[in-house]
């Protein structure tokens, strides 16, 4: 067997007098006693104010604690089971110590065992740290972990052979592989020195050399073995019975000449050169002074760092970059938007989303290469009833989250401690009766829930597993008879929202250690160690024969070769000479040198943020009165409003107490952030970046939210408490949370719409030894001497009360939903098109499909007044917009709406069309060549809807006052404002809007709420302003439906500051349809022109006809008028037929079917052409159901015939609103100069009595015929049409 | 009934400027002739000099020096409950049962961020010999330093 020798980090302590007297440690340890105690129900972890009092005559010696590599302290979730679980790590350590204390070394050492346990193992040794029987199964037995034999004592040897159980997470809490307080003689030891003492009542002064070597008790057990059962860590490729590919997947490199099997792991750490002086003075380390930290303070990391970096570098521009690399879009700020987009980028990390369940769609599977890709498929029947139940168990599974946490709740409580939790007031009172009616009814709820939701689980493809679930989605499609080239797909719903907890960021707290290593741990074979080192002018080498603890014969071979090891070392430590080898290893050494390997310093190594936040609520709203407005974008406080209490300032303050890790997340974000750019980037600017990922490790910024403050404030407690009682567990399941009923009434805060202002009474760094830091301490006098840096968002926008002591520490909480919610703000339809023309100085209104309605034009009335008038255009008849709103209800409204306005209303809005759609940026340069563009940028007119859905239902109060059934408070009823676009903002392609007064009601269209005015003071365009006009609940039943005027092609963006800003797109394949469709019309009058014809007239034919409604009218122009058909047809038999005449070329086929609209689309059609009647060619199959089809020839068809037939039975008449065939060229046409043909195809249409006559123009040339009619003087437009696809 | 493990009480200076101290040794050597006293329980009621607000948080610390035995009780864990406005408990619970026999004790460090006053009241729950654990209670003004 060869032992892979794998380098760990090791840590000592020295606790000399002065590190005990004057030192400040805040050490503690689980409370699973208190925890199991039904009398107490405590956390496992105490919280920060109750501590272990570092006892001065124990706790002196030396504090060695050693720190496992990355691979054993990753977890994973095991798919079966979805728990977290972490690999089982070494449980046997030796601890060997190398001492000088008078002229002989000495050395001693301790086998520690690690996963010893005092009551289970019963071998009479008292364990070491309170811990959770793993073996011991339900309900958790408290035991006593780890203990530590001196080899001094006797000879050790494997004393047993149990199942391993030990991970870096001990028994759950994720501090324990790193707070020596929790695994004292697990992965932690005190050197109490007291063997040292040869006669005298202390230790004597001397160095110190450490070296911990680590193993499993059994070779089966050994990482190398069980990594293959890590799901994911062998790429698919590996072989798992190489172990050199199990060591690279561990992140750890093999040396050369490591075999593929036979190998078992070691672990090997050193602490060289620990000098210890009993009444020395206090080791110099790394721990700053508290003046010397800087604490910045923000909505999110990003936020605070930005405050940091721009301070330390003295450049506001140097934050915002750093800002925007750790967001991931540094190039962002180069862009027109650039400092907007990032800041919505960081407005968006303020707030964290909640899964939202799912919505399914038919797709078409992927292509082999991207230019095959056929259009998006239709959706068919089944998919909205597909969609249908899958909201419906969305809903129920809401549902029962929020009955078990009912049940969960009022179980929980009933079952506390009356002394230590109910309120001791005498106006207090338990009903009992009360409680288990609302025990029972809450058990009823969630019984009755589960069913619902195993009902409407049923009905949609469901699956345990990623793979359970594509077989159920697949075996649901194939019950469909979905076609093989078309897939079901699920896609998760937009996210529900709440806000992050405020974060702390620091610098100068002296921590250089990365979050995670860069590249390779190197790793060494046992029979290949260090060689030799360098003294001066000496080559020293590892003896045969080191100095050993004594009874080292039974630990695992390499311990003697590594002892060896640590011998040179310590050789060079002696002499001091260890610092130059350290700087120069491959100088100064000779074999593998092993990782960590450094002159000891006191460690300093923050761990923990131990806070104590001191609260007064500022509620959004009190009785009826709101005390924050929107200002357009933000929240502002009145200055009014505020908590009222006997607290500092008459005011009512609550304490939010708290501990979490620190990390440098933001330096390792932002490094790999700038890693990641470089891969792309080009060589100057790639070479920048990397080098600013290696500078970002020094000095790092150590962030930590101020973790659990939002679900303080709905009085919910996080903390890791006992499992769920299996008397419950089946009904309310697994539970994070434990209701906090405030038996200190003083203490209720329940809010659920934040809204408030803090400041820091408290604020230590606790480091891996429980020594601190104190950056705010004491009571309000001298806390209000802390100066953080503030980001704007948390800055007060009032003093809480007059004076208020230290001003520049005071946080904002803005307003925000506690409740999970999400903006929905939806596309609901496409109303139509508005084109302002500015050649004739008219609005263009155009249906949603294209076609032209009317336009809008000021004209001159009698008597001299100037006012807004319709006229349809080419090929509309609408004489009255009203004569489309029961088709076209928004174009209609906006047309409407300004009909027989004023000259200047119309001003007002042409003016602010034209200038708004300059500011917004058109990312669609195809539409953008469309030579429409000659007349004016088409804008849409959007049926939006607009509303905040909060995720199940109304949070309640669980004070013991208002429990045992709180009532739903009346936050749902409040109302927040949404605006509308952003004037700052080029990708913001909101102009204006149109809405209700509230919401529900009708739209008015006698206003556009506009982005940027270009008119001030006019009514028909009044500003959005801060948007106060479209204002809501957070409430699914309560929506705005609004009217949009917006570029198509660029996003319209809600802001509302309570949720991350929203933004709405259209649908760009059915916008670039519509819009192929546009065409500009222009008017002229009078036009003297003649009319040339020389071919026949088209004729129809169908099988027989309802009424008056004759086969002509298909070809009538119009469709409005149509060909209705008495009886089904029947496929095969039934034609619908053109005659053209003769034989043309043929370049198009466009049919309007069914009624105008979508009810009644025709399906099944089959569309023919014929040069002889007789052999027919077919142009179009299609199985859709459809109102429209457009079919163009890739070239000209000779043909004299058209047909139209169906494929399918049809149960009723059909109708054919317009059968056009178009030939080229045209016979008729009207001679006139014609205008420049490079953008698109001019045509002349006039009013005539079927409606429109549309014709082609033919250049009037300088030849004489005599055949043309006389000219007339004609009224009418000439229209262009865009060239290529017309969708 | 009379407690049966020895207490002192004591104010001292806290090291957070603000706050109020109140140092509980339980144990200790026993003032007469004593049986060990098993314990499993010990609270320490510490009062206010006024009842704390509305909008009056207290801010409290609990320090506890550690100890290790079994006879000793293993080691102490502490809650604190705030939900008398009057005053604070703290309840210190062996994880085993302790047996207090004049050899050893534990000292409770409570600071608190508003003045005390009044007589501390320690409950125990303990029994001597054979007996069977009973509560006991005293209530202790703070000794002289």
Known sequence: VTDLIVPVRLYALVANYKVRKFDEFRRWSPRYSLMLNPEYQSTAEPPPSIYDDVDVKSFEGVHLQWELPEALTAGHIDPGSGESLFPLVPNRWLVVRYAQPGSAMKAAGWVIESDYLEFHDADGDEGTTLYLNPLGGEPPKLDYLGRARALADGAWTEPRSRPLFLTAVGTGLPAYAAFASYQQNVFAFQDTLQDLRDGTSHPPDTTLSYAVVGWYSKDGDDILVRAREIPGLLPPEADPDDLREVIDALGWS???????TGVCSRYYGTALGVRWEREGDHPESDRPLADGVDVAVGHSTAE???????????????????????????????GPDGEKEIDELMRRSWFRGHEAGYGWRVVNRPADSADSQPPPPVQPDWVPTLNQHQAEYARELAALIDDQWRLWRVWWMSRLNPKWHHPKNPDYVYDTAKWNAEIAAARSAVSSGL???????????????????????????????LAVELELKRSPEPAYHVPSDPVLVFSGLGNNDPLTRDGALPCRLGDGLLAEITIGTATHRPGASPLQPPHTAQLPVSCTRLIAELELLDTAVRQNALQPIVEDPDGMSGGPWPEYTRVWKQPWLPMYLQWEAVHCATPYRVGAAEHWTFNGDRYEWSG?????????GGRRWTVFEGRSYLTPAFNYVAAEQAKRLAQTAGSELASGLRALAGTLGDDPLLSQTLDGLHDWLLQQDGAAHSVTAPEILPLADETNHNPDGCGQRAQRRFQPVRGGQFYLRNLLIVDRFGRILRKVSGNDSQAAHFDPKRAESVKPDEDLYPNVPGPQRMFQLPPRLLHHTRLNFDAAAIGGWVLFNKFDETLMVYAPDGTALGELRVVLKPGGAREIA????????????????????????????????EHGD?????????????????????????????????????????????????????????????????????????????????????????CADSPGGTTRYDRMHAVSPAVTG??????????????????????????????????????????????????????????????????????????????PVPTATGWDQRGDNTPSRALDGGRETYYQSHTAPKPGESWFTVDLGEVRPVAAVDLWLGRDGSDYPSDSVLLQASDDGTEWRELVRSSQRQTEVHHRLDAPLPARYARLGYLNTQTYGVRIRSFQVTTEPSHRSIVMPRPAAWHGDWSWAEPSSAGWTELPILAADSLTHPDDPAPVARAGYLQLEPKGDRR | VSVLVPYRVRSAVAEEAGFHRLVVTMGGEFPGPAAAVQCDEVVVRVPYATPAGNGEPVGYRVKTTPVTGRTRGRHWEVAVFLNDLAGLSVACVPAATATFDGSWDITVTVDVDRPLGG????????????????PRSVNRGVEAP
């Open chain 1, 451 to 481: 069913t619902r939701v195993e009902a409407a689980l049923a009905k949609i493809p469901h699956g345990d597993t990623p793979e359970e679930m594509q077989e159920a989605i697949d075996a649901y499609a194939e019950g469909k008879h």
């Open chain 1, 906 to 994: 119309f001003t007002a809005l042409v003016k602010t069309i034209d200038q708004t759609l300059a500011r917004i940026g058109d990312p669609s340069p195809v539409e953008d060549r469309s030579p429409v563009r000659l007349a004016g940028r088409p804008v849409a007119l959007v049926r939006a809807q607009i509303g905040f859905e909060p995720h199940g239902r109304t949070l309640t109060d669980p004070s013991w006052d208002e429990m045992p059934a709180p009532a739903a408070g009346s936050y749902p009823d409040w109302l927040w404002t949404v605006r509308l676009g952003d004037d700052d903002l080029l990708a913001d392609g909101l102009i204006g809007y149109y």
């Open chain 1, 870 to 901: 319709w006229n349809p255009l080419p090929p509309s008849r609408y004489d009255d917009p009203a004569d489309f709103t029961g088709l076209y209800p928004y174009a209609s409204g906006f047309a409407s709406g300004l009909l027989g306005r």
């Open chain 1, 304 to 334: 605070a760092a930005a405050l940091l970096v721009g301070e330390k570098y003295r450049s506001r521009r140097a934050g915002e970059l750093m800002r925007a690399l750790y967001l991931g879009d540094p190039d962002a700020l180069d």
């Open chain 1, 254 to 260: 093999a040396p050369t000449g490591t075999p593929a």
């Open chain 1, 640 to 648: 009014n409003g505020a908590e009222s209490g006997s607290g500092l």
């Open chain 1, 1018 to 1095: 006019n009514p028909y365009v009044p500003p959005i302003g801060t948007g106060a006009t479209l204002r809501l609940p957070a409430k699914a039943s309560v929506v705005h439906e609004v009217t949009l005027l917006a570029c198509p092609h660029t996003a319209v963006i809600a802001t509302t500051d309570i949720m991350p800003v929203r933004r709405m797109e259209l649908d760009a394949d059915v916008t670039h349809a519509a819009m192929a469709r546009i065409r500009a019309s222009f008017r002229l009058n009078p036009l003297l022109a003649p009319e040339r014809f020389d071919g």
């Open chain 2, 119 to 134: 007589t501390t009241e320690i409950r125990e729950r303990t029994h001597e010999g054979d007996g069977v654990f009973a």
